[in-house]
């Protein structure tokens, strides 16, 4: 591990701390039986950017640590989510490629975008290093390369495809230390008028929410449309529109492309830049009162936890995931609270916690359960419809944020 010396947007050196969440194991880092209590942990703490207003962690871990054995599908996901990426890709073809064309989609993860883009009869491939999802991508029938995306990569591409009429990256602007070879790869890559489209995380949720659960060291970066727009004028390219989504709570698409390709900037670009001034996105002391919240939220949690096993009271915890991990190990909370999880993931099952080392099983009937801790709380709604017998036999969910409370 080492630590960042300048911001990963801007190169600035004019930065401060602002959260710390302790010591803790990589989210991602399900453990097999026999490497309980032997994972690694280190400090994981949140700085803000005062030239470029950017959100990122401190610390800086290996990348093919996280990424060379990755237990996350995609499309294992909420209804909501599969849903989601059939539109995006509806919405790709309907507005950027009505003629049909090429689209490289970066960090494609099992195929969930790749594969109804490849059914509405676009030329795709996937880019992925995560040796394990790669192969059952390909199991689907998609032309995906083992690696990570940036300019060497692009070039490689480039020797046996055409330039690509749009660029998709989802859920890895966030993910990765050198955002500025992801960017030449994609100015590589990307044809004179093409069209570079990705989604992350919105800060302005994670802010507004108190969703500190989507810190974790996987998670490099925390963005606003204010912090992208610098970013990607350094590299000679506009955004020139924005959705704001409530997917996986709270999300932002960017779509981006040359400044001299012929597209024009929308008004939703202006409302949000100026939603985020208004509301102090740029300012230090707006991160300070984040922190301040989320030691509250804590207490809140714990309270509410510990008055639950008083009562000897038998809960689990439902959607095993990285926000999850963040959850347990900045509460420390453990088996002497929680009895085991439950995941849909099967990447997960018979994998441990790590840090907290909660036993992770199969889905199954909540029988004997009084409270299941919705630690998957972002996709409540979806949990909640598909544990109707759970809730009409007078079980309770504990859904964690903004502020803790019970469902039904």
């Not at 439902?318 to 009895?339: E, H, P």
Request: aromatic share 12%; proline share 4%; charged share 25%.
């Amino acid at each position: 591990m080492t630590k960042i010396q300048h911001c990963r947007l801007c190169n600035s050196d004019n930065f401060e701390i602002f959260l710390k969440l302790g010591t803790m194991p990589l989210a991602g880092n399900f453990l097999k039986e026999e490497d309980v209590g032997k994972e690694d942990s280190y400090p994981l703490d949140v700085c803000f950017c005062k030239n470029c207003a950017s959100v990122q962690v401190v610390e800086m871990i290996p990348r093919d640590t996280f990424f060379r054995d990755y237990r996350y599908l995609s499309s294992v996901a909420a209804k909501s989510v599969l849903e989601h990426f059939q539109t995006y890709a509806s919405e790709i073809k309907e507005r950027f490629l009505p003629d049909n064309g090429f689209v490289v989609e970066v960090a494609c993860n099992d195929g969930i975008l790749l594969e109804p883009l490849k059914n509405l009869g676009l030329n795709v491939l996937g880019v992925d290093p995560a040796k394990n999802v790669v192969k059952i991508t390909k199991d689907k029938g998609l032309d995906v390369i083992d690696d990570y995306f940036g300019f060497n990569l692009s070039e490689k591409i480039l020797e046996k495809y055409e330039k690509a009429d749009v660029i998709v990256g989802n859920a890895v602007f966030a993910h990765v230390d050198n955002l500025d070879d992801i960017l030449l790869g994609v100015k590589n890559l990307l044809k004179e008028n093409g069209v570079f489209i990705f989604e992350v995380n919105y800060l302005g949720d994670m802010i507004d929410e108190l969703q500190y659960d989507v810190i974790y060291h996987e998670h490099t970066m925390y963005h606003s449309v204010l912090a992208l727009k610098k970013f990607l004028e350094r590299y000679g390219m506009k955004i020139f529109d924005v959705k704001h989504l409530d997917i996986r709570g709270g999300t932002i698409r960017i779509y981006s492309s040359f400044n001299n390709a012929n597209f024009d900037i929308s008004k939703n670009v202006e409302y949000l830049i100026n939603s985020e001034l208004k509301k102090g996105y740029d300012k230090l002391e707006t991160f300070k009162n984040f922190a301040k919240k989320c030691e509250e939220h804590k207490s809140q949690m714990l309270n509410l936890l510990c008055d639950l096993k008083k009562q000897e009271k038998t809960i689990i915890g439902y959607g095993m995931s990285g926000r999850g991990n963040t959850m347990l190990n900045y509460w420390k909370v453990g088996i002497d609270i929680l009895d085991f999880g439950v995941d849909a993931s099967p990447e997960r099952y018979g994998r441990f916690v790590p840090g907290m080392h909660i036993p992770i099983k199969s889905p199954r009937p909540l029988i004997d359960v009084d409270y299941v801790l919705l630690l998957a709380w972002i996709f409540a709604d979806d949990i909640i419809e598909k544990e109707h017998e759970f809730v009409k036999n007078g079980g309770k969910f504990i859904i964690p944020f903004p502020t803790p409370h019970f469902s039904p």
